[in-house]
């Protein structure tokens, strides 16, 4: 079975979003693989562990300092992958056509048995990207997978919506994106990153073919602060929050 | 003319009340523009009574009744939505920013080409007939604006707890769509077998009221005295990331980073510290937060409207009790 991953880069938690002069300043930023997209390649690692034979390929379209992400992914127990980095991207339209263009390729114009995603980045947090490069593929998806489970014929899947869940039977090839819940990503061996040094990671040249279909006009902090109004009692907030929202 | 689609959600025959917020929502837009029209489509079988209770203002809704539409399919409803737009001759569709819009508008943008701009919280229309987008990017942190390129738009809206709405003595016209040609490749289309809802609990997406329990609750039992709060008030329980992955708590009762963004009007945080990531989950300002927390140093009290320093333990089972009584007298 192939199985395709497409994995991207986000700030870690602790990084700090800073401004100088007015402009986004990402350079104190340590960015690390989306939480999301660990889900997402730990359930394609586990599959391959169960379908021998199989074969996960990484996908990325990031600068070229995200190698070292990549190898994270191949320590993890993909077996290649594949790098875009001569192009920048600017929206989740151009990434889906980018990663469309590099899967395409990789597979000789045939298509993998399945491609895994995060369900969104925590950076920007579409979650475009997935459906769009399922679309572009022209094989079925479904967004937010908390449960997997397949068999050579068919796949069925969970998902999570708002206040309920819904049972999904979908085919091969199709296209998933991953949701907190699927599985617990393993942690790497210091063997396994020896190894994974050894394994190949390909660079891939893409075009753009279209704009962008969105652009970004401004982005500035976001302030937050409120000046806390300490109450002494119970009572007294159940007072304020009623009398000057009437929530009650 | 904007000519505006409202895409309103079904689950189980009810439409959602974050679909029922963005009608009203699009309705104040059209207003604020003049010279606008306002459609809806609604896919699947509802009760209509409720329907037509819960939304005004001028419009003509379009209702595809049909079996097929009851449960979710991305490419019955995908062709629906396409075949409303180009009936009415539409430019912009709304969504309510819910689990199903984000699968289905990716998809739509595709086949329509269109711009397609996510999760919006604020609609910025000063300058000119051009919705701009905002919405907090990068853990909520910084707010940015995005554009859309194209001339066809899709915007999916964060449910907002201001309610901008005017009550208007309009109703929209419903219109049955009789038959809705589908298409016959099924295959290439996941198929939803079985949808089971679980009962009697608000998702925290919907619910006006949260009650949000974190670290500090101490353990699941802690957290009975929450749902008890939620119960009272008509909300939601909703928790940190530590309380999850503790196992105290679902993954979908997640706010945060990892987990949802929330826009309730009130949001009581209890024993959570107010990690950034955490406070990532809060998608408007507008949300009045109050905070019971016995560090009085805590990051929440920051960002929180009302504080009560004290440990939850002691302070809930009060407040719990005086909610009560409040309640009685009223």
């Not at chain 1, 479904?142 to 997997?148: D, L, M, S």
């Amino acid at each position: 079975m192939n199985i395709a991953v497409c994995v991207c880069q986000v700030p870690d938690t602790a990084s700090v979003i800073g401004f100088v002069d007015g402009a986004i300043d990402l350079t104190r930023v340590n960015d690390v693989m989306n939480p999301y997209d660990e889900y997402a390649l730990e359930e394609a690692v586990s599959l391959k562990e169960r379908f021998e034979g199989s074969i996960v390929t990484v996908f990325s379209v990031a600068a070229v300092s995200a190698k070292e992400m990549l190898r994270k992914a191949l320590a993890m127990g993909a077996d290649r992958a594949v790098l875009v980095s001569n192009i920048v991207v600017s929206d989740s339209f151009q990434t889906a056509q980018v990663l469309c263009q590099a899967i395409s390729a990789f597979y000789q114009q045939a298509l993998p048995d399945l491609v895994f995603c995060g369900k969104h980045s925590t950076d920007f947090q579409n979650g475009q990207v997935p459906p769009m490069l399922a679309e572009m593929l022209g094989i079925p998806s479904v967004t937010g997978i908390t449960a997997f489970h397949a068999s050579f014929e068919s796949i069925q899947v969970e998902r999570e919506i708002e206040g309920g869940l819904e049972y999904i039977d979908i085919n091969y090839p199709a296209l998933l994106s991953a949701d907190k819940g699927l599985n617990m990503p393993r942690k790497t061996s210091i063997r396994a990153v020896i190894e994974a040094r050894k394994k190949t990671i390909d660079l891939f040249y893409a075009t753009l073919c279209e704009n962008a279909s969105v652009a970004m006009i401004s982005i500035e902090p976001l302030e937050r602060k409120k000046i806390c109004k300490f109450m002494h009692s119970e009572k007294e907030l159940i007072r304020h929050l009623n009398e000057e929202y009437s929530f009650f | 003319m904007n000519k505006f689609l409202v895409f309103l959600e079904q689950r189980e025959g009810i439409v959602k009340k974050t679909s029922i917020d963005t009608w009203n929502r699009v309705q104040d837009l059209a207003a604020l523009y003049g010279d606008s029209a306002v459609f809806g489509i609604l896919a699947g079988p509802v009760d209509l009574q409720q329907l037509c209770a819960s939304l005004s203002g001028k419009g003509v809704i379009y209702h595809a009744s049909n079996e097929a539409f009851r449960l979710y399919n991305p490419g019955h409803y995908a062709r629906l939505v396409a075949e409303t737009l180009k009936l009415e001759a539409c430019t912009t569709i709304f969504f309510a920013d819910t689990v199903l819009s984000r699968d289905l508008a990716p998809k739509l943008s595709l086949h329509l080409k269109a711009s397609l701009l996510s999760g919006c919280t604020i609609f910025d229309v000063s300058k000119e007939v051009c919705v701009r987008c905002v919405r907090p990017v990068y853990s909520g942190s910084t707010i940015a604006s995005f554009v859309a390129e194209r001339s066809i738009r899709i915007y999916t809206i964060l449910s907002s707890a201001k309610l901008f709405h005017s009550i208007s003595e309009d109703y929209p016209t419903i219109i049955p769509l009789e038959t809705c040609r589908l298409t016959g490749i099924e295959e290439l289309f996941p198929v939803v077998r079985r949808m089971v809802m679980y009962s009697g609990r608000q998702d925290v997406t919907e619910a006006s009221i949260i009650v949000a329990g974190g670290r500090g609750m101490g353990g699941s039992e802690g957290f009975v005295i929450l749902e008890q709060l939620a119960q009272l008030l008509g909300g939601a329980v909703g928790a940190s990331r530590q309380a999850v992955d503790g196992g105290w708590r679902p993954h979908f009762e997640q706010i945060g980073q990892t987990g949802k963004t929330v826009a309730p009007a009130l949001y009581l945080a209890c024993g959570i510290s107010g990690t950034p990531q955490h406070l990532a989950g809060l998608g408007s300002g507008s949300t009045v937060v109050a905070a019971i927390n016995s560090d009085r140093y805590a990051p929440i009290f920051d960002v929180a409207d009302y504080g009560i320093v004290g440990d939850v333990h002691l302070v809930l089972p009060k407040l719990l009790d005086a909610l009560h009584e409040f309640l009685k007298r009223k």
